[in-house]
């Protein structure tokens, strides 16, 4: 375990210098129980950077935009009709973060503060794999080292609320360790070592997290004192994402794949609608005009149905030119995108939704504008003068919800899987299945297990199965269920 770990810290740290990778390979090998010789700031910089890639682009651009129908598929990628398969990849993925975690915090030269900041990662990794895949291993997780290779899945409610080992607790430690330690950390590429900015993070999170749940739950009262505390992400400068470079290697991966993979991710006809009734100028941003349409002059934006076979778009005689692609920002440079794991529009739009429903006490119109606003800044977009009073944005009482949602839905483009779970979770925007679906007509709710837990953890896989209503993309969680 050590010299593998060993030798992912030199692949990922190759800027560095290759020197340090061979010196002592034969000490590394006398103790592969420990690894040695690794500061904690370098693996913290590496979990960051590793999430950032998959979280931005190979889940949230690539699979969770199909789900969320901010992209729609002309040939290729089937998940866009429900062929969701296990992503066996990103649990693989998000388990070696959790190691390298677990990692950090044992490390000679590691802190309290090291600690805490690799607690509110473990949890954001941990929520990832209970609402992608329902129960999963987690008071048991990662003890291969003491020799447990067959992890027991613990249930999605307990995973939440557990008052000891659950997610919302531990973040509730983490940030309190980080309000009061005085130790510093290093190797933050996300918030450059400030403390204060991981705090309202880890709040932040539990926002999020809260409100997943609140269906289950009829005590907001944390819920409230978040919001009392002060010290939730307050500002775009506050928001968790990793800028992309203009230099390889750390430039936005779609900048270089090649061209027939962006240009099968195209507008949907889902976003088409929603932001040609809004009249929003976010559109000129997030996508392109359709090339026919500049080709004329006349600039347009244009939608695909999502969830259509190759040969269903052939017959229908669509013209793959007189659909809009993405934007410039995603594709022709390369730092045009940040990683995003949570912006402060998120929490704005959270806030709202929270004080419209009762659970806390609010300003739900002023929660919404600011929502609104730190969305068009983020994407440097200037707000029209007349939004807020827009027949189709301004609140009105009636689907003051549905108006909230739908905007905070299209804050989370690309945001990895979160716009896919709010609309599990409220059903809004009511997103429907396309005409070639492979999921008779269902909007599916999760992955199936990776086959490999079939093979290596037989009986915890059963059991978890039976427990959750089948291994099947339908089978909901603890926390959607009506």
Same mark, same amino acid.
């Given at each position: ?12 740290? =190759? ?9 002592? @390979? ?48 002309v040939e290729f990628e089937r998940i866009d ?114 403390l204060d900015k991981w705090v309202r993070f ?8 809260? *409100? ?42 779609? @900048? ?19 932001? =040609? ?47 809009? *692609? ?62 807020? =009073? ?93």
């Amino acid at each position: 375990m050590k010299k593998s770990l060993y030798i992912v810290f030199c692949l990922a740290l =190759t800027g560095i210098g290759m020197q340090g990778c061979t010196e002592d @390979f034969e000490e590394i090998n006398e103790n592969p129980n420990v690894p040695q010789n690794v500061n904690p700031q370098f693996l913290l910089t590496n979990i960051i950077s590793i999430q950032a890639d998959q979280h931005a682009y190979f889940q949230g651009f690539r699979l969770a935009n199909y789900l969320g129908q901010f992209a729609a598929s002309v040939e290729f990628e089937r998940i866009d009709r429900y062929e969701m398969g296990s992503n066996s990849d990103y649990w693989n993925s998000i388990f070696r973060l959790l190691s390298d975690i677990k990692s950090m915090k044992e490390l000679e030269g590691t802190n309290e503060a090291y600690a805490a900041v690799g607690d509110i990662l473990q949890s954001y990794l941990f929520s990832q794999l209970t609402d992608m895949w329902n129960d999963v291993p987690y008071t048991q997780a990662v003890q291969a080292l003491e020799g447990n290779f067959t992890p027991v899945y613990d249930t999605q409610e307990s995973i939440y609320t557990d008052p000891q080992t659950g997610i919302l607790a531990v973040l509730q430690r983490a940030v309190a360790t980080l309000e009061s330690t005085s130790a510093t950390i290093a190797g933050d590429v996300m918030y450059n070592g400030d403390l204060d900015k991981w705090v309202r993070f880890g709040n932040s999170l539990q926002l999020r997290y809260r *409100l997943r749940i609140s269906k289950r739950t009829t005590n907001f009262s944390e819920m409230q004192n978040l919001v009392a505390s002060g010290k939730l992400i307050a500002s775009n400068s506050d928001n968790a994402v990793l800028p992309y470079l203009g230099a390889a290697p750390n430039q936005y991966p779609l @900048f270089s794949t090649s061209l027939g993979l962006y240009q099968e991710h195209r507008m949907t006809r889902t976003v088409d609608s929603v932001l =040609t009734l809004w009249n929003d100028p976010r559109v000129a941003v997030l996508y392109k005009p359709t090339q026919i349409s500049v080709n004329a002059g006349t600039p347009q934006y244009k939608g695909l149905l999502n969830g259509q076979a190759r040969e269903t778009i052939a017959e229908a005689g669509i013209n793959l030119n007189d659909i809009s *692609l993405f934007g410039a920002i995603f594709r022709d440079v390369p730092d045009g995108v940040d990683a995003q794991f949570m912006q402060y529009a998120e929490v704005q739009f959270a806030l709202a939704e929270a004080a419209e429903r009762g659970y806390i006490s609010g300003d739900v119109e002023a929660f919404y504008q600011e929502g609104i606003r730190a969305s068009f800044e983020y994407y440097n977009v200037a707000l029209p003068a007349d939004y807020f =009073t827009r027949e189709a944005v301004a609140l009105n009482g009636v689907d003051n919800l549905n108006k909230i949602l739908t905007q905070k839905w299209l804050s989370l483009i690309s945001v990895g899987h979160e716009a896919w779970f709010n609309v599990r979770r409220t059903g809004i925007p009511a997103l429907k299945p396309g005409p070639d679906n492979l999921n008779d007509n269902q909007y599916p709710v999760r992955y199936i297990y990776p086959e490999s837990e079939q093979a290596t953890n037989s009986a915890n896989y059963q059991e978890a199965v039976a427990r959750i209503g089948g291994d099947n993309i339908n089978s909901k969680g603890w926390w959607e269920k009506d």
